[in-house]
């Protein structure tokens, strides 16, 4: 997908829009793809012991079931730009709500373990597109003077999306009785978990058809008319439309169209910044943060917490997500983004230790003592705390902006490539790891969490307040 990035305009543009309001609704309604990027993405969480039962595998089958999913976001990611600028980004929009749609349906009816497995790669498949053409169709049709605060949303989606997931299943666990394998509405509970999905992705879809195409995919295609219009919509009045599509039509043609060759250089493959932009990747994968999304109702099981409380744990921690989402958001452009960094790496390694400390300890009668039970809460709610408030935005943030122009769209592919990948390898390797040593694997993601400050403080350069232009 071309980039959106454009040079500084007239102050017209900052004018505030005759409907606003309007625009919200537009935004909103493109974020709806983040909510089910957040929702499809944690909603597993509820299935994960039911599936293990159901089709009696052990932890390293069950893994690549779940991890799985992984797969298909990786390529719908790297696939969605070419689709979006081929058919426009609300045809994108509307395949991906498609594929959404049969995805919670074959989850929710899986004739086997193979077959559920190729349903949830079609549901990452859909995750992938959804993450890339909600931002860039929001940063596309956004006023420039509100384009930061509206492309905020895809990320509040992502979390408010986490969190239905983990309420929805606490529940419908509660309305089975608290057994993921209890007869609901003629199914398992834990198939309705994954067929639910099928109402949010039916409104993504009809909301689709209730929003404009992007001006900038519909200017590529010589529809200019078209184009002015949805700007009228979306500007307001006071603008000078020929000029404004002028300006899109020159900044589109001056766009240097980043290659993977661009990338190359240095002594070690890469451009360092490229590195360090893949870095910042792994390090956000590898402090373990999907695990509390994909596997904490599993995790609180396995040391002795009663299932329906596990599900009300699940969705508590995704509440804290939301919080920490909400506090990087309204910091992140009056702190900075390094400081941020750093003050979750340091949070992140006290939750990740304490509960590295509480897993240590011998079950006893199947749970672990009062003391370490409670420690463990605590810390897990405090690691996703620290993660939301500072690695789980900011991460982003750095990538959008530290890459020059002239390699940022390849660099910024390459830096997602490594965070899906990072991604499926902690995904993957979580039960077989919990079944070797608990306490051990989060003495792993807490290792990782502390080698985060360093590597911040002697490769990462703050980009707080600089234009995309001093990059360099």
């Known amino acids: ?22 625009v919200i609704f537009i935004a909103a309604a493109a974020a709806m793809g983040g909510f089910l990027f957040g929702y499809d993405s944690s909603v597993i969480n509820g299935a994960v012991e039911a599936i293990r039962d159901r089709y009696d595998i052990g932890s390293a089958a069950l893994a690549q079931v779940i991890a799985i999913a992984l797969i298909g976001c990786a390529i719908g990611a790297a696939t969605a730009g070419r689709i979006a600028d081929r058919i426009g980004r609300i045809r994108c929009m509307q395949i991906a709500a498609v ?11 899986p004739f086997a373990l193979w077959d559920l497995a190729f349903w949830r790669i079609v549901g990452g498949f859909a995750i992938g597109m959804a993450s890339v053409i909600g931002p860039a169709y929001i940063a596309e049709v956004a006023p420039p003077a509100y384009r930061g605060r509206l492309g905020s949303f895809q990320q509040a989606a992502i979390v408010v999306g986490i969190a239905i997931s983990q309420l929805v299943n606490w529940g419908l666990l509660n309305a089975a009785g ?39 995919f519909l200017i590529s295609v ?19 439309f020929d000029a404004r599509i002028d300006e899109i039509e ?6 240097h169209k980043s290659t993977f060759k661009d990338l190359l250089g240095g002594s070690f493959f890469f451009k360092p910044i490229v590195w360090v932009g893949i870095g910042l990747s792994v390090f956000q994968q590898f402090v373990g943060i999907n695990v509390a999304f994909y596997y904490s109702s599993t995790l609180w099981q396995s040391v002795g917490v009663d299932p329906t409380d596990s599900f009300f744990y699940s969705f508590t921690t995704s509440i804290i997500n939301i919080i920490g989402t909400v506090i990087a958001m309204i910091f992140v452009d009056r702190v900075g983004r390094k400081p941020l960094a750093l003050i979750g790496s340091v949070g992140m390694v006290i939750g990740l230790g304490l509960e590295a400390w509480a897993f240590s300890y011998h079950l ?77 694997t989060y003495v792993i993601y807490t290792v990782f969490a502390a080698l985060s400050i360093p590597f911040v403080l002697k490769f990462v350069k703050e980009t707080k307040g600089k234009a995309l232009e001093e990059m360099g």
């Open 178 to 216: 608290g057994d993921q394998r209890g007869e609901l509405m003629g199914l398992e509970a834990w198939q309705v978990m994954l067929g639910v999905m099928v109402i949010p992705a039916v409104l993504y879809g009809l909301l689709s058809f209730a929003i404009p195409e992007s001006p900038r």
């Open 250 to 255: 020159h900044a589109m043609k001056s766009e």
């Open 222 to 240: 010589g529809k200019r008319q078209r184009a002015r219009e949805i700007l009228e919509e979306v500007e307001g009045k006071d603008v000078d």
């Open 1 to 22: 997908m071309t980039s959106t990035a454009q040079a500084p305009q007239p102050g017209a543009r900052t004018a505030h829009p005759d409907h606003l309001g309007h």
């Open 364 to 440: 006893v009668d199947g749970k672990l003592p009062a003391t370490q039970g409670w420690v463990a809460l605590i810390a897990a709610h405090i690691f996703v705390l620290f993660f939301a408030l500072s690695w789980g935005v900011v991460v982003w943030v750095f990538l959008g902006e530290m890459f020059p122009n002239r390699i940022r769209a390849a660099a910024l592919g390459v830096a997602a490539a490594a965070q899906w990948i990072a991604n499926w390898a902690i995904t993957a390797s979580f039960p077989s790891l919990a079944d070797w040593n608990l306490s051990g």
């Open 99 to 109: 594929l959404f749609t049969i995805s919670a349906v074959g989850s929710a009816l």
